[in-house]
């Protein structure tokens, strides 16, 4: 049984334990580039607040490159799945190709945008005179790479949906172990600080870009890209766009919530804040960067499922998709409110910003006990082609409710605890409404089979 086949066959818990397992340890590792930075960063001695908080505000601008790899990746290769699933597989190799191409113009003008504007745009972002500089430092050489980030997280969805998430796992974990290596090395023993972390990232990131495109140009893979597929064709761009669209606004508008945020912090509050909210966005991607993994997991299955018309397929893969994911996030959160002080303290000794930052944690994270059935929903409405309610989702809970609540909220009175408090509410009022949707959308969808 080829890889392709196994999705309409195996048996659904085994084949989303099977797929689920490698994308999960993927993601987790994958946040392992930014993290492991920000850890070592923070321990620098004499300067590592405020470079913890130069990094905090250079982490939008990762964002929204990340944010590309997942219009073009996430878009594309939920698009190829349905396809796989119909036994198209020429048109979803199609759709891998134009992709690539995709990936490659979108790398080239995010770097030179960045590198040109890059100061003003870490200015608009929070920095202060003080943490700028290691904003500064760590972007400059960052941006070289973007290329890689691109190919290594865009195009390895390709390889995940095709069924092969041991490889897209591997993809991962050889970048993140070899950053984690190189971290250290660079930032403590040649003394590089800042731009150590950044160079150790990006060395890392082309290792994987190189074994992303070496998997898919081999005999390995069901699609695999060729170079007469490197085209644009306005049917399968704007078809990739239309689901990518909706991940893509997940990613991206994390770069205006951490502008309002780290603006905030810097009226509200003072430096530490600014490094606190470092540490409180990066523990809000160890939570959901899991839960989307098992989503990612599961979007093969359900995919290729209803492109092949097994309905009852799709319907199971949900409800275990839904059950896995709110477990892990109700049992997450819940050793976050107990255990604040351990959090904090992988990112930084000083305990300033832990005692200021140990109940601001609780509260911020609190909402995030729901996202399991958010990420649960909103992906798998993704997963079956359904382009505008993922975009309205996606807008949803961070332009919708949050940046106006982190406006509104610290005006009235509230300060930074206003700030803390609106995350949590957009959390709770965003999960609520999304899991309402599914459940008055899934059986008309599923009827129509598109």
Not at 279 to 302: C, K, V
């Amino acid at each position: 049984m080829n890889e392709e086949n196994r999705m309409g066959t195996e048996p659904i818990k085994k084949l989303l334990f099977k797929m689920a397992v490698p994308t999960v340890l993927a993601q987790v590792v994958n946040l392992l580039y930014n993290i492991v930075d920000r850890m070592y960063v923070g321990r620098i001695e004499g300067i590592g607040t405020l470079a913890l908080g130069g990094l905090g505000i250079s982490f939008p601008i990762l964002i929204l490159i990340s944010a590309f790899s997942y219009l073009i990746g996430a878009g594309g290769s939920a698009r190829a799945a349905i396809f796989m699933g119909k036994k198209e597989n020429r048109t979803a190799e199609k759709i891998l190709g134009s992709c690539t191409l995709m990936t490659l113009i979108a790398s080239a003008f995010l770097t030179v945008f960045f590198l040109i504007f890059r100061e003003p745009v870490l200015i608009l972002f929070g920095a202060t005179a003080e943490n700028l500089p290691y904003a500064m430092e760590y972007t400059q050489i960052y941006l070289y790479g973007t290329v890689f980030v691109l190919i290594s997280l865009g195009l390895n969805m390709f390889i995940t949906n095709q069924g092969f998430t041991k490889t897209s796992m591997a993809t991962v974990c050889i970048g993140a172990v070899l950053n984690i290596i190189l971290d250290p090395i660079f930032i403590f023993g040649f003394n590089m600080g800042v731009r150590g972390a950044a160079l150790a990232t990006i060395i890392s990131q082309c290792v994987s870009a190189i074994w992303v495109l070496f998997f898919l140009t081999s005999k390995h893979t069901i699609l695999k890209i060729k170079l007469s597929d490197l085209r644009l064709p306005k049917a399968v761009v704007g078809g990739v766009i239309s689901l990518g669209v909706s991940p893509f606004i997940m990613q991206s508008t994390e770069c205006l919530v951490q502008l309002v945020f780290n603006r905030g912090m810097r009226t509200y509050g003072n430096n530490d804040y600014i490094a606190l909210m470092s540490i409180l966005f990066s523990l809000t991607q160890m939570i959901w960067m899991p839960l989307q993994g098992i989503s990612q997991g599961a979007q093969p299955i359900i995919g290729y499922n209803f492109g092949a018309g097994n309905k009852e397929r799709v319907k199971y893969a949900f409800k275990l998709l839904f059950a896995v994911n709110v477990a892990f996030s109700v049992f997450t959160i819940l050793l976050v409110e107990i255990f604040p002080q351990v959090f904090l303290g992988f990112f930084t000794p000083d305990q300033n910003v832990i005692l200021i930052g140990k109940n601001a944690l609780r509260l911020f994270l609190a909402g995030m006990a729901l996202m399991g059935a958010q990420s649960a929903c909103q992906q798998t409405f993704l997963a079956l082609g359904q382009a505008k309610i993922s975009m309205f989702l996606a807008l949803l809970r961070k332009v919708i409710l949050l940046i106006p609540l982190a406006v509104i909220l610290p005006a009235l009175g509230m300060g930074v605890w206003g700030f803390f408090l609106a995350e949590a509410l957009s959390d709770v009022i965003a999960a609520t409404v999304t899991t309402t949707m599914f459940k008055l959308k899934i059986n008309s969808i599923l009827a129509k089979g598109k």
